[in-house]
Structures are given as structure tokens and as C-alpha cells.
């Protein structure tokens, strides 16, 4: 076996252009492949690492799905609000430790506006339990007080001081806009790599503020409240969109969701965010099935192009074939020197595109994690990766299979004439 190894390097060798063009093409359909899987792998994670440390999440009655999107995602919209009454009821359940209210439905050009409280910045946790930290100024304080994501100061070019007009809707543009009460950018979160960083984080007491002169989406210019009459007036919410909840205890996540989901004073839900995160993976797990299957195929490419090159020098070496043939090689032998000469290229090919790959994630992995915030795993491959890798030599080896056959088929005569 090794007499044929060396063989069929030796004959890769003598022919070294081509023998480099065949490896290289599948050195990149393999560099795809452990790239599409890594990102695939990483957009996952990121997924999963939007919300961490956060036991349920309630709103009104929907579908897990729905409730996850509208109220960690921040697309769509809720069917219906959850009473300042119930809110605080649930808050003040013994097993409750904190919760985050969630109060949604305006925005600032194109970006949605969350109303929340202190609890937010206390507890929101992402990736595996981080906190969120600040990239420029610090916490509102004031009633009028803003706190952006960096994807919202990267875009507008906001800087902390600069003002900030919230418009009513969540459209891209809106004419309903709440110009009577601006705001004040107080500090910008450093990047999460999460929804957080599209997202303009201002006080529940605020989003009443800016909606006390308003009904039913239009302002009421006979009461054209100022920003500083809203100030003296009571500004407790009467209803927020949903609620992030964690426990003291997770053994009691499930009591307390039978008895969210039974509550009688409204319509309620209470759902577990890993299994909403999992229903929404599989949701979209067309596309991740799609992306495998596109890479695949470049992979199967790069291996029938081996193969085309192969059967095209066999008629430049039938006098190696035949001169092989002469001393005593069986066909047996010459079918496996071609198979083991597209296996040792399939595996060059494979060993240099993981290397590849990994030099390109290695290269990236800063700026696809501070820019996208997928953190891009460049460690040993797993048992999936592994399986495909080894399958990819296989299928070089019988790739070589079909050369093989012909030129076994050779005739020791065929191959000693002389051809015009």
C-alpha cells in the first residue's frame, strides 16, 4: 500500500501544475464548506445567546414564536398590552427575583423605542450571562433622558448630548411624530451583537409622558401638554407590552407558568425562552439546510472536476500505463494507483482547505464578532465536521474509480503503439 502511495504521488508529482490547480479547487469548495458550517454553528449560538439568564418571558396570550419575536427581537407587534395591575401582581410573586418590563410601539427613524426601567440595565443578561456595559455616558436618569444601541449611533451619528425625537408608529417614517417632548441622549451601550443595539432604551415614565396628550394614535391639540407640565403630572404606566421574569428558584419555572397562563384578571403568557428560541430555529431551518446543501455541491464540483482531469490525461499516459503493465502490474494494480492518486489529492486538498478555513476565521473573528456579533469557534472539528471531511475523501477515492476502470482496460499493445 505504500509502494502504491508513493506511486501515485510520484505520478501526481510529474505533473504538478495540474496535480496544484485540482488540490487548490478543492482546498476552496472545503474552505466554503467549514466556513458555511462555522457560521451556521455561530448564527445559532447567536440566537440562543440574545437573551441569557432569563427564565420566562410574558406577554399577552400568543404564540410562543410571537411573543419571543416582538418582545426580544423586536419585530412584530403584540395583539394586546399587559395591565400595570397584573404587571405588578406578578412582579410581587414570591418566587419572582426581578422583572424587566417591556413597553413597545414607537420608534425613531426606522429604529424601535423600548420603554423599560432600571431592572433592564440590572439584569438583562446575553451570551452566556453578560452584562451590558456602556460605550459613552451612562443610565437616564432624566424623564427625558435616552439610551441608544451603537447600531443606532453608528447609523444616525448620534453622540451622547445630541437630541432625539420619538415618533409614534414603528414604521421607517412617520408624520406622528412627538416633537413637543425631545429627548436627550444620555449613553450608548456598547455593542451586543443582539436586537439591544437597534433598539433606543428610554423610561416607562417617559413613554407615558410623550402619550399624555394623545388617543388613539393622534395627538389632542386642545390639551398640548409642554414637556415641562408633563413633569409634574403622575406618570405610572397603565400597561406594558411584556415582561422578561427570573426566578429565585428555576425549579419553580414551571408552577409559575401554569399560573401565568391560567390567570384569571386577563389573557396570558408565559413562555420558556429556550424552547421559543427552538421552535424559531426550526422555523428557519430551511435556509441552514440550504446553505449545507449549496456548499456541498461547490465540494461535489471541485471532485467531478478531478475526475474530468484525470480521464483527460489518460490518453497523455497510456505509455506510463503500458510500460507499468510490462513489468508486471496487474490491472487490479493500475485501477489503484489512479483511485489512491485521487484520494492523496482529495486529502491534500482537504487538509489545506481546513487550514484555510481556519486562517480565514482566525483573520475575521474580531471583526465578524464586533460588527455582527457572531463569535466565529475556530477549535478541533466536531463529529458532524469530521463525518463530512472523511466523506469527502471517500468520495475522492471513488472518484478515481472511473479513470481507473479505463485505464486498466488498456491493452499492453494500445499503449506501446505509436500514434500520429
Known amino acids: 500500500m505504500s509502494l502504491m502511495f508513493r506511486l501515485a504521488c510520484r505520478s501526481a508529482l510529474s505533473r504538478w501544475p495540474t496535480a496544484l490547480l485540482t488540490m487548490l479547487a478543492i482546498a476552496l469548495s472545503v474552505t466554503l464548506f467549514i466556513g458555511v458550517e462555522k457560521i451556521r454553528v455561530a448564527a445559532k449560538a447567536s440566537f440562543a445567546d440574545t437573551i441569557s439568564g432569563t427564565d420566562l418571558i410574558v406577554g399577552a396570550r400568543a404564540g410562543d414564536v410571537q411573543l419571543l419575536l416582538y418582545s426580544v427581537f423586536r419585530i412584530g407587534n403584540a395583539t394586546a398590552n399587559i395591565t400595570w395591575r397584573s404587571y405588578r401582581e406578578i412582579s410581587a410573586h414570591p418566587e419572582v427575583d426581578w422583572v424587566i418590563p417591556i413597553s413597545l410601539g414607537d420608534s425613531h427613524r ?3 423605542v423600548m420603554g423599560t426601567n432600571a431592572a433592564y440595565f440590572d439584569h438583562y443578561r446575553f451570551r452566556g450571562g453578560q452584562r451590558l456595559s456602556f460605550e459613552a455616558g451612562k443610565r437616564f436618569d432624566d424623564l427625558f433622558d435616552a439610551v441608544i444601541g451603537t447600531d443606532v449611533a453608528e447609523a444616525l451619528g448620534y453622540r451622547v448630548g445630541d437630541p432625539l425625537v420619538v415618533a409614534h408608529g414603528v414604521g421607517a417614517f412617520s408624520f406622528a411624530r412627538h416633537d413637543d417632548k425631545p429627548f436627550r441622549i444620555s449613553g450608548v451601550l456598547a455593542r451586543t451583537g443582539t436586537p439591544v443595539d437597534r433598539t433606543v ?4 415614565e417617559a413613554i407615558e409622558a410623550i402619550h399624555v396628550d394623545w388617543k388613539s394614535g393622534t395627538r389632542q391639540r386642545e390639551r398640548n401638554v409642554s414637556a415641562e407640565d408633563v413633569r409634574q403630572m403622575s406618570l405610572t404606566p397603565k400597561s ?9 428558584s428555576r425549579l419553580s419555572v414551571f408552577r409559575l407558568q401554569r399560573f401565568i397562563n391560567e390567570y384569571r384578571a386577563e389573557p396570558l403568557s408565559a413562555v420558556l425562552p429556550g424552547v421559543a ?3 424559531l430555529w426550526q422555523l428557519v431551518g430551511t435556509a441552514e439546510t440550504a446553505l449545507g446543501a449549496v456548499s456541498l ?3 461535489a464540483t471541485a471532485l467531478l472536476g478531478m475526475m474530468t482531469v484525470i480521464l483527460t490525461a489518460l490518453g497523455e499516459r497510456r505509455r506510463e500505463m503500458a510500460i507499468l503493465r510490462s513489468v508486471g502490474a496487474r490491472p487490479s494494480t493500475i485501477l489503484g494507483l489512479l ?4 484520494g492523496a489529492l482529495t486529502a491534500c486538498g482537504v487538509v489545506a482547505g481546513y487550514a484555510l478555513a481556519h486562517a480565514a476565521l482566525f483573520a475575521l473573528r474580531g471583526y465578524v464578532d464586533a460588527r455582527y456579533g457572531l463569535f466565529l469557534d475556530f477549535g478541533a472539528p466536531d463529529l458532524r465536521e469530521l463525518a463530512v471531511l472523511a466523506s469527502i475523501v471517500v468520495a475522492g477515492c471513488a472518484a478515481g474509480v472511473l479513470p481507473g476502470w479505463r485505464a486498466y482496460r488498456m491493452s499492453l499493445a494500445d499503449g506501446m503503439t505509436v500514434r500520429n
Open 277 to 279: 428560541l427552538q421552535q
Open 297 to 299: 455541491m461547490v465540494v
Open 339 to 342: 483511485v489512491a492518486e485521487a
Open 110 to 112: 426606522g429604529f424601535r
Open 240 to 248: 406594558v407590552t411584556a415582561a422578561l421574569v427570573g426566578l429565585k
Open 201 to 204: 432604551h428610554v423610561s416607562l
